[in-house]
């Protein structure tokens, strides 16, 4: 096989995982939602949602805003929900630091879905995380329960199978993680492919561009020339530098990091 044979050949295999984990998904609970940041991951994710489902995204989409977004993340948004006529809500969040990471980007988040999938009672959260992203991420399942104070037993985990003759009684919600077989690169690739908008954001301006996007406010550029998809590719595969080192570093930090997942943060 070819290089483009197998490039193509991983990535059908990845998107047809992903596929079946969100039209099981679709049978098994009566009213998911999925969140949608506005990042590469989770615009994947709303087109698989339309490959899986005959060209439409069948559950609304979830968008956690404080007021704080980039511009060209406002703009994309509207520009999205417009030509792909996304369901969207709007999770208000409020803009304050919290106590444990520090920042404006963990509980206050947390606190802002919770209260949405109260009002709107889904039962489950389609959410766009990567194993690779992060070390406590990696500890996830593809699907994972949420207690009724909203909390994540990460000591306590369903098996990493599609049992769905279980039923999760006593969740607040359930979390369903159909891209945690992925990787940044990935999803680069798949962006490329299937030639999926993207947040201009990721692309470099005067010699920086954004690699993970968060507030305007607690999100930094790094040193990057690259500006296109080719060219963000061939720059992961040789820089050390990690996904997530632009985002606010204490919530990066591993134990904030799972102490704010064991509460419910994404």
């Not at 099981?24 to 998911?32: L, V």
């Not at 947040?199 to 561009?209: D, Q, T």
């Not at 061939?234 to 799972?258: C, F, P």
Request: aromatic share 10%.
């Amino acid at each position: 096989m070819t290089r483009g044979e197998i490039m193509n050949s991983r990535l059908t295999e990845l998107e047809e995982k992903s596929i079946f984990i969100l039209r099981e998904a679709k049978a098994k609970f009566k009213k998911p939602a999925v969140l949608w940041s506005m990042g590469k991951d989770s615009t994947v994710m709303l087109m698989l949602c339309k490959k899986a489902f005959l060209g439409n995204v069948p559950f609304p989409a979830i968008n956690i805003d404080s007021g704080r977004d980039f511009p060209e993340s406002y703009e994309f948004k509207e520009k999205m929900v417009k030509e792909w006529g996304i369901n969207l809500l709007i999770a208000q969040a409020e803009h304050k630091k919290d106590a444990i990471s520090g920042t404006a980007e963990g509980l206050n988040k947390a606190e802002a879905l919770k209260k949405l999938l109260e009002k709107e009672k889904f039962d489950a959260l389609i959410v766009s995380i990567r194993r690779d992203e992060h070390g406590v991420r990696a500890k996830e399942r593809y699907v994972s329960p949420r207690d009724k104070n909203f909390r994540w037993d990460f000591e306590n985990q369903p098996p990493e199978i599609f049992n769905y003759t279980s039923e999760f009684k006593d969740a607040s919600h359930v979390r369903i993680h159909p891209l945690l077989h992925w990787n940044e690169v990935d999803i680069w690739e798949y962006s490329k492919a299937n030639n999926i908008p993207v947040n201009p954001l990721y692309f470099a301006k005067n010699g920086k561009r954004y690699r993970s996007i968060g507030y305007a406010d607690s999100t930094v550029p790094f040193k990057s020339n690259a500006k296109t998809i080719d060219e963000i590719i061939k720059e992961l595969k040789t820089t050390d530098i990690s996904e997530r080192a632009g985002r606010a570093q204490d919530k990066e930090k591993e134990y904030v990091m799972q102490r704010l997942r064991e509460l419910g943060y994404m």
